[in-house]
């Protein structure tokens, strides 16, 4: 099953903006829209926006989602030390009946 | 609260069979959507199944079809994964996680804290 597609890597420097791609098709991304997770090494994934761009409770106002097309975007601004992780998008992918996630972005907060 | 706890990983030797359970609470569990997601050791996120609140409704990836099977039994509150003719491929640590909507769909806003499946000899 095809995944979503992200860069492998992205580095910014403290308290600058990093924004964090996906790109997917109309069946997945461009359909039905793409969540986002962060996952620090050791732990389990957290949700940080629902595929309808909304932040669950608790999660920093620092990281914002939108979509347009086919492509759905993660920005984080203010970048802290903490925000080094990896980030993934999936998206329900109607043709597949099936979640599909993408690859993962290592951040480095630099 | 929501909770999730896995458990039955294990080694398994190629071509055995395991079943993960995984135990729910702090929510209205037959509500919502449950899944089933792996990730291999320093790899990244691979969706393995899911399953509607109902379990009317059950979906798999194309690399596990026909091998494992997802279920639920709403009265107990628990999802479970039955993994048969398992490979060196499937090792990975499980995860559990909650969609948060009745039907799959993809967005997953709970998930355990994993439990690692070992397929070698």
């Known amino acids: 099953q095809a995944g979503l597609t992200q860069p492998p890597s992205v580095s910014k420097g403290l308290r600058q903006t990093a924004t964090l791609t996906c790109t997917g098709n109309?069946?997945?991304?461009?359909?039905?829209?793409a969540a986002w997770l962060q996952q620090h090494q050791g732990h389990p994934p957290k949700l940080l926006s629902y595929?309808?761009?909304n932040r669950p409770s608790g999660i920093s106002e620092r990281f914002s989602a939108s979509r347009s097309g086919n492509t759905a975007s993660l920005t984080i601004t203010g970048l802290q030390p903490e925000d080094e992780a990896d980030y993934y998008c999936?998206?329900?992918?109607?043709?597949?009946?099936?979640?599909?996630f993408g690859g993962g972005t290592k951040l480095t907060v630099l | 609260e929501v909770q999730l706890v896995e458990s039955g990983g294990g080694l398994v030797q190629p071509g055995g069979s395991l079943r993960l359970s995984c135990a729910a609470s702090?929510?209205?569990?037959?509500?919502?959507?449950m899944s089933w997601v792996r990730q291999a050791p320093g790899k990244g996120l691979e969706w393995v199944s899911a399953?509607?609140?109902?379990?009317?409704?059950?979906y798999y990836a194309d690399s596990v079809k026909g091998r494992f099977t997802i279920s639920r039994d709403n009265s107990k509150n628990t999802l479970y994964l039955q993994m048969n003719s398992l490979r060196a491929e499937d090792t990975a640590v499980y995860y559990c996680?909650?969609?948060?909507?009745?039907?799959?769909?993809?967005?997953?806003?709970?998930w355990g804290q994993g439990t690692l499946v070992t397929v070698s000899s």
């Open positions: 996680a909650k969609d948060e909507e009745v039907v799959p769909a993809a967005s997953i806003d709970y």
């Open positions: 702090g929510f209205t569990f037959s509500s919502y959507a």
């Open positions: 399953i509607s609140g109902s379990g009317g409704s059950t």
């Open positions: 109309s069946n997945n991304v461009g359909n039905q829209g």
């Open positions: 595929r309808n761009n």
């Open positions: 999936s998206a329900w992918d109607s043709s597949l009946s099936a979640v599909v």
